[in-house]
């Protein structure tokens, strides 16, 4: 199977974020992501599975690497794991740290527009797709 056929993987929403999240796995520094399972629904689309393989794309739309998905869980947000957010290769020093970086994402007017719900929230309960990928290429050109 070419690239051109392998599904999507992006990243936050175009603009900075997205970018640093990609040069991460670029670098190597990032692999794992989380997803919440009610946007996947949301989307209709199936949770990632292990073997995997995404085209990840950047904030222009371009094709700039491949990963492969290597695990999947799906754990309640109050129970994602140090290993898990430390993966994500931003920076995070605890969970702490992670949960409210990612509720400021999941908080944001982006991801309420994209959920339909302009007072759309995550707690405890609210159930995370916590995934785990290595680089396969990164000239996907």
Request: avoid cysteine; proline fraction near 6%; charge should be negative.
């Amino acid at each position: 199977m070419s690239s051109d056929d392998l599904p999507l993987a992006e990243f936050a929403f175009p603009g900075p974020l997205r970018d640093q999240l990609v040069a991460a796995i670029l670098s190597g520094g990032k692999t794992t992501t989380s997803g919440l399972v009610v946007a996947y629904e949301y989307e209709d689309e199936p949770l990632p599975r292990p073997g995997l393989r995404q085209r990840v794309i950047d904030s222009a739309g371009d094709p700039v690497a491949v990963i492969e998905t290597t695990a999947v869980r799906v754990v309640r947000l109050a129970d994602v794991d140090l290993a898990h957010a430390l993966g994500e290769g931003e920076g995070y020093r605890s969970v702490a740290d992670w949960r409210a970086g990612h509720e400021q994402f999941w908080h944001s007017a982006d991801m309420r527009q994209a959920m339909g719900d302009p007072e759309f929230t995550v707690n405890d309960d609210t159930l995370v797709m916590a995934q785990a990928f290595r680089l396969v290429d990164n000239d996907d050109g």
